[in-house]
């Protein structure tokens, strides 16, 4: 029987061993997508207590501790950090074979150096110990970076972020790059015409544009665009339920905004024209660039209307959505490519149904231009686990080039998930091992074998991305 979490955890033969020790988990990480504060960065944010840096905007430990019948006041409410601690550590006993268990392990031992399990015998001590640690220098935002390796991360951040504390952390000299990239939902947001108008006031603040039509948004977002790509932005990233490809004119987009503006609540139709003229307009924006542009389908958002209400977005009241989205997918990536404007994309699902549609689906556009132009990204939310990293891995080397993959990303608003890189690591290098024990990969071509593994864990997104 193995030790739980030893050093071959999640290696199963000797090939996986040698190619995760060897090659692997000695590669920095580069995190091309996250949702870091680059606030705390810049100041180098001291964390108060293990239930800050661990609980505070966990969604993931949010729905466990709720479907564990712990009550909103030791998740989001009032109770002390101790109180919020001692119930995850209540929790966590229950979440055997959800891939919390294991990423909380993972963290408490590479970040604090605890062995221990977690549980409710143990809570108090493991409490104290991490707030001790975290009162040392090398434990603030930017020691737990260094921490693990990590040599880039790109943060997500709004056209009307002003980006200064990516000027900050540049200019403090900081040896890990933090680059901002570019998600404009909001700019397309025009469900709720009040809120629109309001972040169209803001854009206009920040563009120096008086925005009175969809001409003056357009030239708003450009400079927008310009600005993020001055302060070192090379990627765009999408929150999107579905692609939007249905074709309307200028007229017809000029009307839709200036009925937003007005207050008055646009049509599903006329929601998903002007979504689909500003989202091919961003791509065009990111081919003249020349970023990566990326996409997140497939969400149902605030499905809780009550804790919606109470608690606002992002508080563990998502879960994966069912849209027909292959034609309209098809239509828009075939329309930007007849224009000659498809530049580099990423494109991540979250329903694992939609898995062989994606692969396939991002080989139709592939021109022989750049190895790996079309992207079909990791398992992303519900999906960046065991199962899920595996059934991306299977799944793109059936119908794609594994050898060309970008690998992993955090995704994540904590310091702490970097261990996501390393569990990551170690389930590709476990997958391919288990093919050359198996005799489906040949033992005498190992060098290239070990190749790819350390392409796809570093070398491939440091090429792609052109970092």
Request: aromatic letters at 14%.
């Amino acid at each position: 029987m193995k030790r739980f979490l030893d050093e071959n955890f999640l290696l199963e033969s000797e090939t996986a061993c040698l190619l995760y020790h060897e090659h692997a988990s000695k590669l920095p990480i580069i995190d091309y997508h996250c949702h870091l504060n680059p606030k705390e960065i810049a100041e180098d944010h001291r964390f108060r207590s293990i239930t800050e840096l661990w609980l505070s905007g966990d969604h993931y430990k949010w729905r466990a501790l709720r479907a564990n019948g712990i009550d909103e006041y030791f998740i989001t409410g009032g109770a002390s950090d101790w109180e919020k601690f001692e119930k995850w550590a209540e929790t966590i006993p229950y979440t055997f074979r959800n891939p919390l268990y294991h990423w909380t392990h993972l963290e408490l031992r590479t970040a604090f150096g605890i062995q221990k399990v977690l549980n409710p015998s143990t809570a108090r001590e493991i409490y104290d110990e991490c707030n001790e640690k975290l009162l040392q220098p090398e434990f603030s935002a930017k020691g737990l970076m260094l921490r693990y390796h990590v040599e880039l991360v790109c943060t997500t951040d709004d056209p009307v972020d002003s980006l200064e504390y990516h000027e900050q952390i540049k200019e403090s000299g900081f040896e890990i790059k933090v680059l901002p990239t570019w998600r404009p939902d909001k700019a397309m947001a025009i469900e709720n015409p009040k809120n629109y108008r309001a972040y169209i006031e803001q854009l206009s603040e920040v563009s120096g544009v008086d925005i009175y039509n969809y001409s003056d948004l357009l030239e708003a977002l450009y400079l927008r665009h310009l600005y993020f790509a001055e302060h070192g932005c090379k990627l765009s990233d999408h929150g999107i339920d579905c692609f939007y490809a249905e074709p309307v004119t200028e007229d017809e987009l000029q009307g839709i905004f200036v009925k937003v503006m007005a207050g008055d609540t646009p049509t599903e139709n006329e929601m998903i024209k002007f979504k689909s003229g500003l989202l091919t307009y961003f791509a065009e924006l990111d081919a003249d660039t020349r970023w990566v542009q990326q996409f997140h389908f497939g969400p149902l958002r605030n499905n809780n209307s009550k804790m919606f209400q109470l608690l606002g977005p992002d508080a563990g009241f998502d879960s994966m959505g069912e849209f027909t989205t292959a034609k309209s997918m098809s239509q828009f990536f075939d329309h930007l490519n007849s224009e000659g404007c498809l530049t580099k994309t990423i494109v991540y699902n979250l329903n694992p149904n939609a898995n062989d549609m994606v692969a396939t689906m991002m080989g139709n556009f592939q021109d022989g231009s750049v190895p790996g132009k079309m992207q079909w990204g990791s398992g992303w939310w519900f999906l960046d686990q065991k199962d899920g990293i595996e059934k991306q891995l299977n799944t793109l080397s059936l119908h794609g080039l594994l050898s060309r993959f970008v690998g992993m990303l955090t995704d994540s608003r904590s310091f702490l998930s970097y261990p996501r890189h390393e569990y990551f690591r170690r389930i590709l290098c476990n997958l391919v091992g288990r093919d050359v024990e198996n005799g489906e990969l040949p033992a005498e071509e190992m060098p290239r074998i070990s190749q790819m593994i350390e392409d796809i864990c570093y070398y491939n997104a440091k090429r792609y991305f052109n970092f």
